[in-house]
């Protein structure tokens, strides 16, 4: 049997010799148990370690194991210890412990990374809609390195690990928020044979169930299948559902051979009722919009309130066709091509609603019961997204003894397309306002149809990259990034006129559909990225690092505007993120526990202030975002494991407008500290306990000349627990317990603080865990 030659975090997770099958049936074997041998075949090495492992042998072992030292992407050709950059690697396993199975809820696991904005007043987000250090990240959100579009909330059950680059990633992705991104990494087929799966019970009326079969083909070939369904409420809040099914076959050819090839499909089917959240009326801060002074004392509404009606609903596909081929030309030499086409549809109706006076009826100020809210802003989306794309990179290491150099280069050709149908309430139909205290959901009469509004954008990229890290002996590292993106925007509409948003009608009628915006933007987007690093010893690293991205108008939604005061306006530039950051990355413990901590600093430029003079916008604005950020992933022990992380985020405007209702300079939606940690510890008796702890300080909610109702949301801690106990090799069951002490908060609030989207109650959840 031959056993693993590289260290034990050597290579990342994702398409590694054996890991993803022979872990999991390694999970359910005691330490005295025969522990699973299968060899796979020998392979040349690379300069990713990815798959270098000439066979594999997995001890049986209980304990649970964060580490993943390196990220999915050639991109990055050093381990995360060696990297000028805040990462962090949230594994499958810390996934599986927490129940997590969306996007958002593994993202818990990164500090003051979450879904703190419920949207305009008007309308809702959906989906994914992530913060990070300040600035919106839901368009910067990858899978397996190409960009995901479409407000979808993303299942994790065919997810390996999820990679958080926080700073700006313009270098590796072109286009991106200023603070960073998100990458998902998909299960691959591996040599082995093996079935998992897991039954979930829980609060909420949650079922959910999931299936991984890995079979070999020969020496070389294996398949892979995942397959997921879920029907399950929102524990605390009545109506909202999220009912969803997925299945993710994949084949792959080549496997421990130079040349690999994988072939993946994905298919996810979402039928949900959408939330839109409850009134923010008797929050700490909330005061009267008008001159009711009897509301500043009103009591609070019920956070399982539902004040949607029967006709809403959030209906997602999802189709994604990948191709990966990996040809190794030499030992040191690597190509990697991935070609992708995917396509994302969404149809969905909300009933938000706008707690202004004129909403807000109390016609008998004695008798709270009697309180009406107006059920007055439908909320209509029916989209498409597609993408197609190939990405081409070579990876190469070159020299020998003292300095050395690994490169990473490569081309991108990308084209993504966005379209949207224009909905509406039609003859005026509108649903019947909401009892305040006492709302009735199983209503319907509105008449919705197509007004005739249409919207289509179109961006074609042509990238060229190039890496390289170059090594000084034993104690010093350089490395550099370069990345030129040519982009095209092409977008066009048509609106209908009157009505809130849309163009004056003159001498039409109101409701006609008239040319809205035809324009296109193209430009060439210069990012990059220096860094320096030191190693004192070979278990620790120092450095410092700055880096550039860039984010150009429609580059987040695909959308051109010709409004004056939109970043969307094609006459404007790109928007500019500078970061520079210093830190420390430490691996103690006999390389089990990887401690990190850095200083950062964000710059973004050229966002728009309105001249109060001639009140035309200039893009003369800027905001910084900076702090500390510290983390601990590993072991302590063979059987206590730990994943921490602290953040502070200094978020203001240094010149323009205050972007907060406080009229203070901080930044909304940012919590300047926040704190998250798991930890497992294995019990001689073979119980596995463990918990969690996540705090999160005030936000300050946007401004948009909204009267009355809470400028900001408090600060909370929330803990949760987890037990799980194996009943034999082949079955463990596990419970988690969420918010153990019930703790009441504000987990996100909309733009002008009339809704707010409340925290879960503490819940339970049952789950079944099989393997063969």
Not at 253 to 274: A, M
Not at 288 to 305: M, Y
Request: proline content about 5%; aromatic content about 8%; charged content about 20%.
């Amino acid at each position: 049997m031959a056993f693993i030659t590289s260290r034990k975090h050597g290579a990342p997770a994702a398409r590694t010799v054996g890991t993803a099958v022979l872990l999991a049936l390694a999970h359910g074997a005691t330490a005295a148990e025969v522990p699973v041998d299968v060899p796979a075949p020998p392979q040349q090495a690379k300069v990713n370690d990815a798959q270098a492992l000439p066979g594999m042998k997995v001890e049986a072992d209980r304990s649970s194991d964060y580490r993943v030292d390196k990220v999915s992407s050639p991109k990055f050709t050093q381990s995360l210890l060696d990297t000028t950059q805040t990462i962090q690697v949230i594994g499958k396993q810390l996934i599986q412990q927490q129940g997590a199975t969306t996007l958002t809820e593994a993202l818990r696991n990164s500090p003051g990374v979450g879904t703190f904005f419920v949207g305009e007043n008007g309308s809702t987000n959906t989906g994914d809609s992530i913060y990070m250090r300040g600035f919106d990240t839901s368009g910067s959100i990858f899978v397996d390195g190409v960009r995901d579009l479409g407000t979808v909330s993303r299942d994790v059950f065919n997810i390996e690990q999820v990679e958080v680059t926080k700073g700006p990633d313009g270098t590796e992705y072109g286009r991106t928020a200023p603070t960073g991104a998100v990458n998902l990494v998909t299960k691959q087929p591996v040599l082995g044979n093996g079935v998992s799966g897991s039954v979930q019970f829980g609060s909420g009326q949650r079922r959910r169930a999931t299936a991984d079969w890995n079979q070999s083909m020969g020496n070389d070939a294996a398949f892979r299948l995942n397959v997921m369904g879920q029907e399950s409420g929102v524990y605390g809040r009545d109506q909202v559902e999220t009912n969803r099914w997925g299945i993710a076959p994949s084949l792959a050819f080549g496997l421990g051979t130079p040349t690999r090839v994988y072939l993946d499909y994905l298919h996810i089917k979402q039928n949900n009722v959408p939330d839109g959240g409850v009134p923010t009326i008797g929050l700490p801060g909330y005061t009267s919009p008008d001159s009711r002074t009897f509301l500043d004392h009103a009591r609070k509404v019920d956070q399982d309130n539902f004040y949607g009606t029967s006709q809403d609903h959030d209906h997602v596909t999802q189709d994604m066709f990948t191709v990966i081929v990996e040809h190794d030309v030499s030992d040191t030499l690597t190509l990697h091509n991935t070609s992708r086409w995917g396509r994302t549809t969404q149809d969905y109706l909300l009933t938000s609603f706008l707690g202004s006076a004129a909403n807000l009826r109390t016609p008998d100020p004695a008798d709270p019961f009697a309180w009406t809210i107006a059920r007055s802003n439908p909320t209509f989306k029916h989209q498409s997204n597609r993408i197609a794309t190939n990405q081409t990179n070579l990876t190469a290491s070159i020299g020998s003894g003292a300095v050395t150099q690994d490169i990473s280069t490569g081309i991108e050709l990308t084209q993504e397309r966005a379209r949207t149908i224009g909905l509406g309430a039609l003859g005026g139909s509108t649903w019947p306002a909401a009892n305040l205290y006492r709302p009735y959901s199983n209503v319907g009469g509105l008449h919705y149809g197509e007004t005739g509004a249409t919207s289509q954008g179109k961006t074609t990229t042509a990238a060229a990259y190039f890496f390289d890290t170059v090594k000084f002996g034993e104690h010093w590292k350089v490395n550099a990034g370069v990345r030129v993106d040519h982009y095209k925007t092409e977008f066009d509409s048509l609106v209908v006129c009157g009505g809130r948003s849309g163009p004056a009608c003159g001498t039409l009628p109101a409701g006609s559909v008239l040319p809205g915006v035809d324009a296109k933007k193209s430009d060439n987007l210069v990012n990059y990225k220096v860094g320096v690093l030191y190693k004192p010893a070979a278990n620790g690293s120092i450095y410092a690092n700055v880096a550039q991205s860039q984010e150009p108008p429609g580059g987040n939604t695909l959308t051109l505007s010709s409004s004056a005061n939109s970043a969307d306006n094609p006459r404007f530039d790109p928007q500019k993120a500078r970061t520079a950051e210093v830190g420390t990355k430490w691996d103690l413990l006999g390389e089990k526990l990887l401690l990190t901590a850095a200083l950062y600093r964000t710059t973004v430029t050229n966002e728009l202030v309105q001249d109060p003079t001639d009140l035309l916008y200039y893009q003369v604005g800027k905001k910084r975002v900076q702090g500390v950020e510290i983390s601990a992933l590993g072991k302590l022990t063979d059987d206590w494991a730990v994943s921490a992380g602290f953040t502070t985020m200094d978020a203001t405007v240094e010149k323009g407008a205050g972007v907060t209702a406080n009229g203070s300079d901080d930044l909304a939606y940012t919590p300047k500290r926040a704190f998250t940690a798991w930890t497992t510890y294995h019990l001689p008796f073979d119980l596995t306990i463990g918990g969690g702890a996540r705090y999160s300080g005030e936000l300050q909610r946007g401004t948009d000349g909204a009267v009355g109702t809470p400028a900001y949301t408090k600060a909370y801690w929330v803990f949760d627990a987890m037990a799980s106990y194996p009943i034999n090799r082949h079955v463990d069951v596990q419970l988690n317990v969420y918010n153990l002490f019930g703790k009441t908060y504000v987990a996100a609030i909309n733009k002008s603080g009339y809704r707010y989207t409340p925290g879960t109650p503490r819940s339970a959840m049952l789950t079944a865990n099989v393997r063969f």
